[in-house]
C-alpha cells in the first residue's frame, strides 16, 4: 500500500469526502512535488494537484501521472464545493487561511485531521531510510574535514563557510539547519546565535550541524577540546556521554518516548546538573529537522520499527561552557536500533594549529 492510499484508507475510516494538504513536507512526501505553492487534494478515489502556472511543467516531471495537475487559483472552489466534509491541516492552515477557506466553501465542513500526515511519516520507509543514511554517512566526513580547519583565529563564519563548501563538494544540497558554531564559554548558548567570535587558543569547540541530501536532513552535535581537558571539563563530559549512552541504550520497541528522556534526564539530574539541561533530550528528523516523534518529557508516543529521532542531551554553564553530544538514531525493522551518526565521541581532543588567522 501506498502513501497516498494509506491516507485514503483514513478518509474511509474519518468520514472525510477528501482531505486539502497545504504543509509543502506532507505534499512533497505524497506525491513527490516540492514547488512553493502547492495543496494536494485527497479523495477516496481521486488526487489533484493544485498550483499555479510557475510550475506545471515542473509538477508533470515531479508527480505520478495518475494526479491529475489544475490551476489552484481558478479550481478550487469548484473542485471542493462538491463535499460535504473536508479535513484540513489543523497545525498548518493559519487562522486567516481558515477563514479564508470558510468563506469560499460556505456550504462544506471543515473538520480539522490532526497530524494525519505527519504521524505517517514518522515511520519511515526503506528507501527513506537509505537516503538517510547516505546523509548521516556525508554528515560524517562533513564534520571530519571540518575540524582541520579549526585553527587560531579562524571565525564562525568562516567556519560555516568551509564546511558549507565541504557538503556541496560531498553531493549535499546544503544546510538542514544554519550550523551552530561557537568557542569557549558560548558553548554554554544552546542555540548560539553567530557572532563575530575568532577561535582563541585552547578554547573549546561546540558544533551543532546537519546537511540535506535529496530532501532529507540530518542533525549531529560533537564538542572538541583544544587543549588537555581540567578536571570539570571531563567530569562535565563524561556525564552528558553517559546520558546519551544510556538513553540510546534504552530505545525499545512499544517504550514511551518519555521514558527515554527520562533515562538521559536523570543521568544528568544525579550528577548535580538537572537544572542545566533545560530542553528535551531528541526530535524526528526527515524531511524536516524538527518533525514528530519529540524525544520529551511530554510524549506519550511510543517507540515503533521505522522511527528516526535524535538523542541530544546537554549541560550548559555559564561560567563554563556547554556539552551537547546528540546523535540520529533508527529503529529497524526488527527493533533493533542503529547509530546512524558515526562521527567519534571519545576521542574529543583535536590539536590545532596555532598560526593566527589560518584559514585555508
Known amino acids: ?15 472525510l469526502n477528501a482531505v486539502l494538504v497545504y504543509k509543502p513536507q506532507n505534499v512533497r512526501y505524497l506525491c513527490g512535488f516540492t514547488g512553493t505553492n502547492g495543496q494536494l487534494l485527497i479523495t ?14 515542473v509538477a508533470r516531471k515531479q508527480i505520478p501521472k495518475s494526479i491529475e495537475i ?21 497545525r498548518y492552515v493559519t487562522y486567516s487561511r481558515f477563514q479564508t477557506l470558510k468563506k469560499a466553501l460556505p456550504k462544506v465542513r471543515l473538520k480539522s485531521v490532526g497530524d494525519m500526515v505527519d504521524t505517517l511519516r514518522m515511520i519511515k520507509d526503506v528507501d527513506e531510510i537509505r537516503i538517510i543514511k547516505k546523509a548521516c554517512k556525508i554528515a560524517d566526513e562533513c564534520l571530519k574535514r571540518l575540524t582541520q580547519h579549526i ?18 563538494d560531498l553531493g549535499a544540497d546544503g544546510f538542514s539547519f544554519d550550523p551552530i558554531i561557537c568557542f569557549g564559554k558560548n558553548t554554554a ?3 548560539h546565535q553567530k557572532e563575530p567570535n575568532r577561535f582563541k587558543k585552547g578554547e573549546m569547540v561546540l558544533i551543532d550541524m546537519g546537511i540535506t541530501y535529496r530532501g532529507y536532513m540530518t542533525d549531529m552535535t560533537r564538542v572538541f577540546f583544544t587543549k588537555p581537558l581540567t578536571e570539570k571539563q571531563k567530569q562535565i563530559y563524561e556525564i552528558v556521554l553517559e546520558a546519551n549512552e544510556k538513553a540510546i541504550a534504552s530505545i525499545a520497541v512499544g517504550k514511551k518516548l518519555s521514558e527515554i528522556d527520562c533515562v538521559a534526564r536523570d543521568v544528568i539530574k544525579k550528577a548535580g546538573y538537572g537544572d542545566r539541561f533545560g530542553h528535551s ?27 528516526v529521532f535524535t538523542i541530544e542531551p546537554g549541560i550548559y554553564l555559564d561560567s563554563f561552557g556547554g556539552v551537547r553530544i546528540e546523535d540520529m538514531v533508527y529503529v529497524n525493522e526488527k527493533g533493533r536500533v542503529e547509530v546512524l551518526t558515526k562521527s567519534p565521541k571519545k576521542q574529543f581532543f583535536i590539536a590545532i594549529s596555532n598560526c ?4 585555508n
Request: aromatic share 6%; hydrophobic share 35%.
Open 1 to 15: 500500500m501506498n502513501r497516498i492510499q494509506k491516507i485514503q484508507n483514513q478518509l474511509r475510516s474519518q468520514k
Open 44 to 57: 477516496p478515489r481521486k488526487v489533484i494537484l493544485m498550483t499555479d502556472f510557475r510550475y506545471f511543467r
Open 70 to 90: 489544475v490551476d489552484g487559483k481558478k479550481e478550487f472552489k469548484t473542485l471542493l464545493s462538491r463535499f460535504k466534509v473536508v479535513g484540513f491541516e489543523e
Open 151 to 168: 585553527k587560531v583565529g579562524v571565525s564562525e563564519d568562516e567556519l560555516e563557510w568551509h564546511l558549507l563548501s565541504i557538503a556541496r
Open 189 to 191: 548558548d544552546v542555540h
Open 281 to 307: 533530550t531528541g526530535h524526528g528528523v526527515g524531511l524536516e529537522i524538527h518533525e514528530m516523534p519529540a524525544v520529551s518529557s511530554e510524549s506519550d508516543i511510543r517507540v515503533q520499527p521505522g522511527m
Open 356 to 359: 593566527t588567522h589560518c584559514s
